[in-house]
């Protein structure tokens, strides 16, 4: 198996600040990541790393089998997809589903063609129907509500056939059924053997899909447990990792978590 993703001894500072410290983190091919953190403790800054928008200040970055300094990241970023709400408040509003999805294939936020390619246009319309998105392909992305606006944000990554896909609280402001509904999507993408190398971030344990194999932890910048879920994924890593005691069961492929009662 190769290296998707490989990080040794890496720091980010600013202002004198470790963003992440000491981070040495393998992702093999195939495996799908679920990274859990609180508030602050440098989760987007690892999924910046993986997706070459920011370098390490000492250490190893390699995505993709390229060490990052040493390669053209113009080359590599469309290998990459990425979505997150940063960059979603990128593009136009007034643009629509379909063409939103579609400008991913040409590196572009903005529709500016007159005339896609037919086959680009299709592969848009299949990911969009895969995330349930086919009935919205004309509606104005700045119209969208907050489920839509991230499934049509997954569509839009999977259109450069990414070989990893990077996906930052995909289900974050999602009611239970937005939740549940995305969960299941990204769960039969997890299980797609064809599907990219997948990096998932996010607060709750709730939101790992089924088909996810493996659990980094991060508190305060330091990786606090790396490694498949089952063995990683524990009460007591968790309890660690957000600084109160927690319970955490797995039940059919999802998991819960619940805090121990005040006495
Ligand atoms: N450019 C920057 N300059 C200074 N500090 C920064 C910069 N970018 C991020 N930080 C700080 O680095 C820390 C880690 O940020 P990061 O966004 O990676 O955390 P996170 O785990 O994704 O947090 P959240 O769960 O709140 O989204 C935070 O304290 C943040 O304020």
Redesign the pocket.
């Known amino acids: 198996m190769s290296e998707v993703l490989e990080l040794v001894d890496v720091s980010v500072v ?2 004198g ?1 470790a ?2 410290e000491d981070v040495s983190w393998s992702v093999k091919e195939g495996e799908r990541w679920v990274i859990l ?10 999924l ?1 790393l993986a997706s070459s928008y920011l370098f390490p200040t000492s250490g190893t970055v390699g995505v993709l089998g390229e060490r990052l300094g040493s390669v053209d990241v113009f080359e590599l970023r469309p290998r990459v997809g990425m979505a997150s709400i940063a960059m979603a408040e990128k593009l136009p509003r007034r643009q629509t589903v379909l063409e939103t999805v579609l400008t991913a294939a040409y590196g572009m936020t903005a529709h500016w063609q007159e005339s896609y390619d037919k086959v680009d246009e299709d592969r848009a319309r299949a990911f969009l129907d895969r995330l349930g998105m086919s009935d919205y392909l004309d509606r104005r992305f700045g119209t969208l509500s907050e489920g839509e606006r991230k499934r049509t944000m997954i569509a839009r990554a999977m259109m450069t056939d990414p070989e990893l896909l990077l996906l930052d ?1 995909p289900a974050a402001g999602l009611d239970l059924g937005g939740r549940e509904d995305l969960v299941r999507r990204l769960g039969r993408l997890a299980r797609d053997p064809y599907a990219p190398s997948m990096l998932m ?1 996010t ?1 709750h344990v709730e939101e790992i899909p089924p088909g996810f194999t493996h659990v980094l932890m ?1 508190r305060q ?1 330091q990786v606090l447990a790396a490694g498949p879920l089952e063995t990683e994924l524990t009460s007591r890593n968790l309890s660690l990792c957000f600084g109160l005691p927690l319970v955490v069961e797995e039940q059919n492929g999802r998991w819960t978590a619940q805090g121990l009662p005040l006495r």
């Open positions: 600013r202002d600040r963003l992440v953190g609180p508030n602050g403790a440098g989760k987007t800054t690892l910046n609280e971030v607060h991060i910048g």
